[in-house]
Every structure is written in C-alpha cells, then in structure tokens.
T-cell receptor, first 111, second 114 residues
Framework: GENVEQHPSTLSVQEGDSAVIKCTYS??????FPWYKQELGKRPQLIID?????GEKKDQRIAVTLNKTAKHFSLHITETQPEDSAVYFC??????????FGTGTRLTIIP | DSGVTQTPKHLITATGQRVTLRCSPR?????VYWYQQSLDQGLQFLIQ???????AKGNILERFSAQQFPDLHSELNLSSLELGDSALYFC?????????????FGEGSRLTVL
C-alpha cells in the first residue's frame, strides 16, 4: 500500500548542532521525494527534493539522501538556527499520481 | 505569497451542515490538490484535478466532493459535517499532471464544526 513512515515525531537540538529526520516508503516504484517545511500557522513550503536517479542532494545547510534499496530517505540540517524550528514533512509519490506525506517531525532548536 | 488563494480563511459551522471551500491556483497551474490537516496530524491527500478532470483520489469521504471549473478554480464541498471534520484544509497547485514537482500551497481554510 501507499505508506510513508517518518521518525522521529519530535526532535530537539541545540542551536548549531545537526538534525536528521528519516523516512521510509513502501512502494519501490516511487520516484520523487520532496521535503516540506511548515512553520507554525503557515502553509507547507518545499525546501528540497530528490529524484530516484540521484543518491544525494545538497542546498546550503540542507541535504537529502536516498537509499532506494532500503527504501528510505533522510533530511539533514547542519548548523541549525532558531528559524529552522518548524514541522518537517517528507513525502513520496506512488505511481506518479499521488503524493503521500509522512506524519511530520516537529523540530525545535534550543538557543 | 504562493499565488494560491483560498477562501474562506476561517469557517465555523454546526454538525450536519454543508460548506464549500474555494481555491484559485497559481496563474498557469493546471493541477489543483486538496489536503486535510487535522490537529497535530500530517497532510492527508483528498483529491487532485488536472485541467478540469479528476486525476487522482485519496482518502476522500463520500460526504465530500470536489470539482475544478473551466477557469481552473476548484471547490471542495463538505456535507453532513461531523465534529471530526474539523481541520485545516489546504489547496495546492502545480504546473504538471503528475506528482513530480513542487506543490504551491495556499494559506488554508480552517473549518471548525461545533
């Protein structure tokens, strides 16, 4: 079935440290894996995405890695800052038609 | 500003009632998606329309229906409302039919059923 599991559900890290959020997906045919950030009371916004023909992608302090064999992908945020505090959602496409989201990770950066 | 407009921003109604949520996609986007976000929950995919036609369906209840009009705006109709329907309903749009590109979300319509 179409399932995306996301861990942890909450994460607190000291400012300046790194944060890692992990997701697994069920459909080996999934080919697109975006990450969205939702600040409190705001709309979700895309921060980075990766396609199945790539193993890693970086954008400044944010990176995503994909392991197709294990069917999991991870978000890495380095040198965390207070403005990184938000809920992060991973997602995966199923059959190129449905984008299924994980249950979210509430990240809190401790000053 | 994502360019996606949703109305109303807030709506309070009673159980058993019917409401309509409206969404205008970004200029040029042909796909419209509806998502439901309950308190402390993830984003549950409801339905997608592409250029006026239903493209994909998620866990949308039979009491809910949607459509996309010729001008590409979309409406989500929720009927026989129950307390559990209280949620934030997001509309998103994209420039493609398949789910392989960025979704631009509106600010959401917060529905409270009393």
């Amino acid at each position: 079935g179409e399932n995306v599991e996301q861990h942890p559900s909450t994460l607190s890290v000291q400012e300046g440290d790194s944060a890692v959020i992990k997701c697994t997906y069920s459909d080996s045919a999934s080919n697109y894996f975006p990450w969205y950030k939702q600040e409190l009371g705001k709309r979700p916004q895309l921060i980075i995405d990766i396609r199945s023909n790539v193993g890693e992608k970086k954008d400044q302090r944010i990176a995503v890695t994909l392991n197709k064999t294990a069917k999991h992908f991870s978000l890495h945020i380095t040198e965390t800052q207070p403005e990184d505090s938000a809920v992060y959602f991973c997602a995966a496409t199923f059959g190129n038609e449905k984008l299924t989201f994980g249950t979210g990770t509430r990240l809190t950066i401790i000053p | 500003d994502s360019g996606v407009t949703q109305t109303p921003k807030h709506l309070i109604t009673a159980t058993g009632q019917r409401v309509t949520l409206r969404c205008s996609p970004r200029s040029g986007d042909l796909s419209v998606y509806w998502y439901q976000q309950s308190l402390d929950q993830g984003l549950q995919f409801l339905i997608q329309y592409y250029n006026g036609e239903e493209r994909a369906k998620g866990n949308i209840l039979e009491r809910f229906s949607a459509q996309q009009f010729p001008d590409l705006h979309s409406e989500l109709n929720l009927s026989s409302l129950e307390l559990g329907d209280s949620a934030l309903y997001f509309c998103a749009s994209s420039d493609r039919a398949g789910n392989t590109g960025e979704l631009f979300f509106g600010e959401g319509s917060r529905l409270t059923v009393l």
